[in-house]
């Protein structure tokens, strides 16, 4: 990068500059938001299986990091040059909203459903709380309501417990969104300041390394949307050139060895700084990914490029949402077929340290097995929120915002 576009200097500003590149598609990129939303759902399921039991998937958590640099570097691609005038910021917030709120109400939705349910049928009840207690309790739902889980209103992890990231990432797109409107072309400097302090506050306040949510959530989502954001400002010409150049195969077998390269950096990266202060540098590991794999250059973006991984990206943000509650309803049937059967499958185990409740107590096959059962069932599920809830609200709401 030059000393030129560093200061700003160039006769046209960042934001015109990525107007070149808002309409292009980064396919690859979608294929690993879905993968990273699988990840985030293996980290969640409680199993004997190695693989539940790996440090890699020990460690998956981070993966939703890769999230928050993508969004910001997807989102000033698309939005830097669009967002000067009143009416901009108003559609702008209207589409965010209609993208993450349809989804989010319906799951919190289900989880009301099912704890009214278990008021009415007390067999449903378990070893577990009291039905609307704990993390189920009408204030939470209240600030679930609001999109305010994330913001530190809470001292609990609440309701659909995933969903603590987009209520930090919807008050980060309005954040953004009234900086690039009161700043134009000079919004970087303020990304730049948000990616510095961001990392140093969590490393002076979080007790729980990078694993923070309902605390310091707007703070980690804030930090690597601000690198995605800053990637799109500087970046995207650069980018475009190399696709252009790529396409025609040029470099092939460099590229690869770099992706190779880069996924291995990453599962190691994940495997050792998820349980200490090292995984606060996830946003800037994923910023590099991101870089890399935007060029599209090697076999691996190929393979990615496919119609499943494509379709798996597609369905990223109802894998993520959806996840919790068809795990939870899983581990609902476990314990309830132990209970009357005793078969031996299901119970509690050690995973990462901490006593918990669920499948492959007798096997790490049947461990395996639940888990392969959970991902074909949160995916199915998925495709019928992303293609009835997902897809007809984003569309209502883009026709409402044209309206605007």
């Known amino acids: ?69 993508l969004s910001g570097f997807v989102i000033a691609s698309s939005y830097a040059s669009r967002l000067s005038e009143p009416d901009e910021l108003a559609r702008f917030a209207l589409v965010r909203f209609g993208r993450i709120y349809p989804l989010h109400l319906l799951m919190l939705a289900g989880f009301v459903g ?139 077998i460099a590229w690869t060895l770099a992706e190779l390269a880069m996924i291995a950096a990453i599962g190691i990266f994940v495997s050792v700084a998820g349980t200490n202060d090292a995984g606060i540098a996830a946003p800037f590991v994923f910023a590099l990914a991101l870089y890399l794999f935007a060029h599209e250059g090697g076999l691996i973006s190929t393979l990615l490029s496919s119609r499943p991984m494509l379709l798996l990206g597609s369905l990223s943000y109802s894998i993520y949402m959806v996840h919790i509650f068809v795990q939870a309803r899983m581990i609902n049937v476990g314990g309830l077929t132990e209970r009357k059967l005793g078969l031996g499958i299901f119970g509690d185990l050690s995973l990462r340290g901490n006593q918990v409740t669920g499948f492959g107590v007798g096997s790490p096959w049947i461990g395996l097995a639940a888990l392969i059962a959970m991902l074909i069932a949160v995916i199915v599920t998925s495709w019928l929120t992303w293609r009835f809830v997902e897809m007809p609200a984003l569309a209502w709401f883009r026709r409402l915002a044209k309206r605007i």
């Open 1 to 69: 990068m030059t000393q030129a576009a560093l200061l700003n200097l160039a006769p046209a500003p960042a934001a015109a500059r990525i107007r070149t590149m808002a309409s292009e598609r980064f396919l690859v990129l979608d294929s690993w938001r879905g993968i990273c939303a699988l990840l985030v759902a293996l980290f969640h399921f409680p199993t004997t299986s190695m693989i539940s039991q790996s440090a890699f998937i020990g460690g998956s958590y981070l993966f939703v990091d890769f999230f928050f640099v």
């Open 114 to 252: 099912f704890e009214t349910l278990r008021l009415a049928l007390p067999g449903l009840h378990g070893t577990g709380a009291a039905p609307f207690t704990g993390g189920f309790d009408v204030k939470s739902l209240v600030a679930n309501l609001l999109l305010l889980q994330g913001m530190g209103v809470e001292d609990h992890l609440s309701w659909n417990a995933p969903s603590w990231s987009i209520s930090a990432e919807f008050f980060t797109y309005l954040l953004f969104a009234g900086v690039v409107f009161a700043t134009g072309r000079r919004a970087w400097i303020w990304f730049v300041a948000a990616a510095v302090t961001a990392p140093l506050f969590l490393l002076a306040f979080s007790t729980r390394h990078m694993d923070v949510s309902f605390d310091f959530g707007f703070i980690r989502c804030l930090y690597g949307f601000s690198l995605g954001a800053l990637l799109a400002w500087f970046q995207h010409d650069s980018i475009a050139e190399a696709r252009q150049t790529l396409a025609g195969g040029a470099g092939r």
